[in-house]
């Protein structure tokens, strides 16, 4: 799989920001029992709103996955879904001085469309945000009592748009501009 790093996860890009550094090179998702990839275009809720100093935030993401293509194939393979995620930051902020601090416990849940018209689901805990080379990306774990993709790797690389870039946006923050409550995402996820 092929992926285009435009811009940075949550936590990446708040490392990022006002410098508007360009993500790393492609990466491919590892070789494993099921391997499942979408894309998931999503509405960003921060609470309280992502602003120039550092606060405990929560960021809630729910849209859709599209696009999907999955090793698996006939009556069970999945065609689409729908995600929602509550990521718990200790620290959040439009500074790029400010660390990002992701909390234990945060979660993410896809619901599963399956081409015989069932439905199946993936509960993602182990969630951490990494960035390397300037790219952010998402990881985490399938549960076990998941009903697809129990114990498979969940990698997302994410791109945060709102009605501008998010990089200029929070630069406007940092020059006083009101803070940013809702944002849009993009995210090519692999699950591996």
Same mark, same amino acid.
């Given at each position: ?13 708040? &490392? /990022?920001? /006002?410098?508007?550094?360009?993500? /790393?090179?492609?990466? *491919? ?5 099921? #391997? ?19 606060? &405990? !935030?929560?960021?809630? #993401?729910?849209?859709? *996955? @599209? ?8 009556? @069970?393979?999945?065609?689409?879904? !729908? ?7 200790? @620290? ?7 660390? %990002? *601090? ?21 509960? +993602?805990?182990? #969630? *951490? ?9 998402? @990881? ?9 993709? &129990? ?15 998010? #990089? ?9 501009? %009101?803070? +940013?409550?809702?944002? !849009?995402?993009?995210? &090519?996820? /692999?699950?591996?």
């Amino acid at each position: 799989m092929s992926v285009r790093r435009s811009a940075l996860t949550v936590s990446a890009v708040l &490392a /990022a920001l /006002a410098t508007g550094v360009a993500p /790393a090179a492609d990466a *491919a998702p590892a070789t494993a029992s099921e #391997i499942l990839n979408c894309t998931v275009n999503a509405a960003v809720t921060f609470d309280p709103a992502l602003s120039a100093g550092p606060e &405990a !935030t929560t960021v809630t #993401i729910g849209g859709t *996955a @599209t696009g999907c293509t999955d090793s698996q194939s006939g009556p @069970t393979a999945v065609v689409g879904g !729908t995600v929602t995620a509550t990521l718990t930051f200790g @620290t959040l902020s439009c500074n790029p001085l400010t660390v %990002p *601090a992701l909390v234990p416990g945060s979660t993410a849940t896809f619901t599963w469309n399956l081409q015989n018209g069932t439905h199946a689901s993936s509960t +993602i805990t182990n #969630i *951490a945000v990494v960035e390397v080379d300037g790219a952010g990306t998402l @990881t985490g774990t399938v549960t076990g009592s998941s009903s697809r993709l &129990a114990g498979e790797t969940l990698t997302a690389v994410l791109n945060i748009d709102s009605d501008q870039p998010i #990089i200029d946006n929070c630069i406007d923050v940092l020059l006083g501009a %009101p803070p +940013i409550a809702h944002s !849009t995402l993009t995210a &090519a996820t /692999a699950f591996s």
